[in-house]
Nanobody, 114 residues
Framework: VQLQASGGGLVQAGGSLRLSCAVSGTIFNINGYRWYRQAPGKQRELVAALTSGGSSHYSDSVEDRFTISSDNAANTVYLQMNSLKPEDTGVYYC?????????WGQGTLVTVSS
């Protein structure tokens, strides 16, 4: 199983990016998907989660600006990021929540300039 994250880059404050996480291989017992980010010098934090039932949850810092979604046919998870702020800068990681193992992508760098 491999998770390939893409879509990061350099964007000005107020701009948008859409991250993708393509899942290759078969994963059983998927409970949901998550996006984390790690800012320079900080711990990794959860920013968005999507349950297998379709419920989404967001950290307070990205609520109303980010949207997590999945395309099961394409085995891809997305994170639409709007109204980006410099504090959104960091490496973004996707994760598939499953039993007994979770699976992580390699991360994609997002840099938001002021």
């Amino acid at each position: 199983v491999q998770l390939q994250a893409s879509g990061g880059g350099l964007v000005q404050a107020g701009g948008s990016l859409r991250l993708s996480c393509a899942v290759s291989g078969t994963i059983f017992n998927i409970n949901g998907y998550r996006w984390y980010r790690q800012a320079p010098g900080k711990q990794r934090e959860l920013v968005a989660a999507l349950t297998s039932g379709g419920s989404s949850h967001y950290s307070d810092s990205v609520e109303d600006r980010f949207t997590i979604s999945s395309d099961n046919a394409a085995n891809t998870v997305y994170l639409q990021m709007n109204s980006l702020k410099p504090e959104d800068t960091g490496v973004y990681y996707c994760m598939v929540v499953s039993l007994p193992n979770n699976y992580w992508g390699q991360g994609t760098l997002v840099t938001v300039s002021s």
